[in-house]
Every structure is written in C-alpha cells, then in structure tokens.
C-alpha cells in the first residue's frame, strides 16, 4: 500500500519516459492528467455499472486505479512496444511515426503543423518555397520523414523563423495543412472561439465577488447542464448533509 498522486503515477505508469525534449529529463504533463482521467474512466464505469444492473439486478464492484488509467490511455506506447521490443522515447513535440507532425518557432511565437500524409506533406513543401524538397530521398515517404526528422526540422525551423505566425497559419489554413498557435491559457481564454462557445461562466462567491470559470465542455442537443448553485461558504451544507447521515438533525452535535 503506497500513496498516490498524479505525479507518482505519471512517473510510475511510463506517461513521463516519454514527456519532455530527447535530450532532456522526463517530465510530467502540464495537467494532472493522471487524476481527471481516472476520474472519467470511473464515470464511464458507473453508467455502465448502473446499465448491468437494470439487466441482471446485481451491483458491482469498480476498481478503478489510476495506474491501469494512464497505461489506458498510453495505447500507442504500449503498442509500439509489444510491436518493437524497445521502450518508446521522448520526443518533445514531434511525433514517432510522422512527420513534420510537432511545434515550430516562427518570428514572434510557436506554432505547430501536422503533416500526417504524404499528400499534407507536399503542401508543406509548397509552403515553404521548395517544392522540390517532396523528391529528396530523406523524405519521399511518411517512414522517411519520420526517421529523418531531425534533419527535416533543421530545415524547417530556420524557414519558420523568418516569418510571424499568422502569416504561416495563414498560408497552412489556405493548403489545407492541420495548424494551430501554441497559446497561452491567457490567449486561449480569451479567444472568440471559446467564448462562442458558451464555455466560460460567472460565479457568484459567498462575498458577493463575481469570477469567471470554466463550465462543461459537452454540449447536447436535447439537455443542458448548467451550474444550479454557487460555491458554498465554509460550512454551508453542515446540516443538511450531517442530518443525511445521521437521518436525524436532532443528532448532530
């Protein structure tokens, strides 16, 4: 019986043997990412749990740990090394089996291209002013690139770095090549897109004063979750859930 956090699953699970630059140390996500998805893999265990039930009219246990749930979610690492016998390795942004797949630097800020295909590729090329970089033997084909792509990416990078990045989005988004700003949360917070979105709502805190918060990102065409209360002040629901427990207010002392 040990304790768990995130950061000692992330490290146990493999998840940060493959975080961070080749060349640098493991690292863990930016996002506890061991703790949310735990908890939504045992969300999806108890709709399914209470699915078998109208069934059978039997209960079950969940064991829901959240070293099984970041190997659950690492299915292309442990894949790749059933499928090779070697341990998959960091790569920073880029991508084992693709490539230009990874973030770039262009004049004022990072971005990232996906490349995924030889036909996405060939765009890229055309991008970039050389076309003729689609015939040359180190990246004829999505295995080359791949292998190759750490030479691909020094000739790429100092391209990037000539420009600023709308202009290169600009120019993907009219090839058809998959791109995206690497934002901040302050510029992704505050873009048009998420606030179209209807993602962000205001929260009233027992000292009257209004925040802004993230709500649920689902959207469903039939129902719509909303946020029914507040935050609670400091023993707010102390009655109402002791008198739940105990079945009694006369019980609590």
Same mark, same amino acid.
């Given at each position: 019986?040990?304790? &768990? ?5 992330? &490290?146990?699970?493999? =998840? ?44 079950? @246990?969940?064991?829901?740990?959240? =070293? ?6 690492? &299915? ?14 960091? =790569?920073?942004?880029? @991508? ?46 999505? =295995?080359?690139? &791949?292998? !190759? ?51 962000? !709502? ?44 105990? @079945?009694?207010?006369? !019980?609590?002392?």
């Amino acid at each position: 019986q040990k304790g &768990a956090f995130d950061v000692t699953v992330q &490290a146990i699970s493999g =998840l940060m043997s493959v975080t961070g630059e080749e060349d640098g140390p493991p690292v863990k996500s930016g996002v506890p990412v061991g703790d949310f998805v735990t908890a939504l893999y045992g969300a999806y265990s108890i709709l399914a749990s209470l699915a078998n039930i109208e069934k059978t009219q039997k209960g079950n @246990h969940i064991d829901c740990s959240m =070293l099984g749930s970041l190997l659950g979610i690492s &299915a292309l690492q442990v894949s790749e090394y059933y499928g090779t016998g070697k341990s998959p390795k960091r =790569l920073g942004s880029a @991508h084992p089996r693709n490539a230009p797949y990874q973030g770039f630097y262009a004049k004022d800020k990072p971005f990232v291209i996906a490349a995924g295909n030889d036909k996405l590729w060939s765009s890229v090329c055309r991008v970039v002013g050389f076309p003729d970089l689609v015939n040359d033997e180190r990246f004829t084909t999505q =295995l080359s690139r &791949a292998k !190759n792509q750490g030479e691909l990416a020094g000739i790429l990078q100092p391209i990037f770095s000539k420009r600023i990045c709308d202009e290169w989005l600009e120019e993907f988004d009219f090839h058809g090549v998959p791109c995206a700003p690497i934002n901040s949360y302050e510029e992704i917070l505050h873009d048009p897109h998420v606030t179209d979105m209807g993602l962000i !709502n205001e929260l009233e805190l027992p000292n009257g004063q209004t925040i802004k918060d993230f709500g649920f990102p689902i959207k469903m065409t039939n129902y719509e979750f909303e946020i029914t209360r507040n935050p609670p002040k400091l023993g707010e629901h102390n009655d109402e859930v002791m008198a739940d427990w105990l @079945h009694s207010k006369s !019980n609590i002392s």
